[in-house]
């Protein structure tokens, strides 16, 4: 799939050899397990470095900022090779970017921008593309009506991507009026209250009219859902998500839930992970496939490709690809 291109072209001619001091040691920073994905990621990563010949050092900051940087303070005294960071905050992780080169150790920021340093990799999906995923589709089935928009939050950078995403297709339905934006906001966090306490504000503030919802993520699009049907429109509003979570997964076989997007978070883990051990053993690096400004410089970027998922790709998709398992989607699925 084209989603693999990436790994694949980091592979291409690698021969890596052990550092002299036995093998290298990657540290991963993880902000937090809040939502189910981001354990694919770890035992992605850990899969990845392990087949590579490295060691990965993992610690998980519960979405505290400060806590982050001390344990990134923590894996640098330790003696890490390179240093993986998902950031709490894309701004206050610039403070782990600088720690990192005192002692010239390479970062790379995966999934989510690290703004106003001198980052050195990022490695995610395109968040933009994700946006405009999101948007088309539900702009394909519903050209015209009510359309509210709610954010993830505004300390990840990946927010406001979507968000430019979604208005790149929004945008001129919005200016002939066929689409009217009831409701734009981000969230304080990426989680299923936020999407909750914002759909029962939506409802009250739109007296009920609305017609289509795009959601940061798919924990957001759980707490709209739970609104939703407290409100006897489970299923009449257009909902999308974003991270293939298996709750959405079933509400989309449910009808509930129209659709979500998936990154190839496999893909993602193990080109982190290549890029890495690449770093660590000072092989050379596969060209990034673009830069992103985060404010301070282009940082060379591998992007892989998301991909929509409905009820009639589930099972060439996420299945597929081994994210869910085919079993956990014939649970309580029935359609309402």
Known sequence: MKTKILFYLLLAGLVLVGCS?????????????????????????????????????????????????????????????????????????????????????????????????????????????????????????????SYALIGGPTYDNNSRMIFLGQMNILQPYIEKGEIKLVYNVFSDYW???EGYRHTIQLIQSAKGTVDAILAGNDAIALGVLRALKENGMAGKVKLAGQDADLPNIQEIMRGNQTMTVYKPIKTMAYTVAELAIRLANESPVSLATSTISNGNRLVPSYLVNPMAINESNIQMTVVAEGYQEAENLNVNVQKR
């Open 21 to 145: 001091s036995g093998k290298p040691k990657i540290g991963l920073l993880v902000h937090s397990f809040d939502t189910p994905r981001w354990h694919s990621d770890e035992k992605y990563f850990i899969e990845a470095v392990d087949q590579l010949g490295g060691v990965s050092v993992v610690k998980m900051a519960d979405n505290d900022a400060q806590k982050q940087i001390e344990q990134a303070k923590e894996m640098i005294n330790a003696g890490i090779s390179v240093l993986v960071v998902i950031p709490v905050d894309q701004f206050s992780a610039g403070q782990i970017v600088e720690m990192a080169h005192k002692s010239n150790i390479k970062v790379i920021a995966y999934d989510r921008l690290i703004n106003n340093c001198w980052l050195d990799y990022y490695v995610s999906s395109d968040n933009v593309r994700i946006g405009e995923i999101q948007a088309e589709y539900l702009v394909n089935t519903t050209p015209k009506g």
């Open 191 to 193: 989680t299923e209250d």
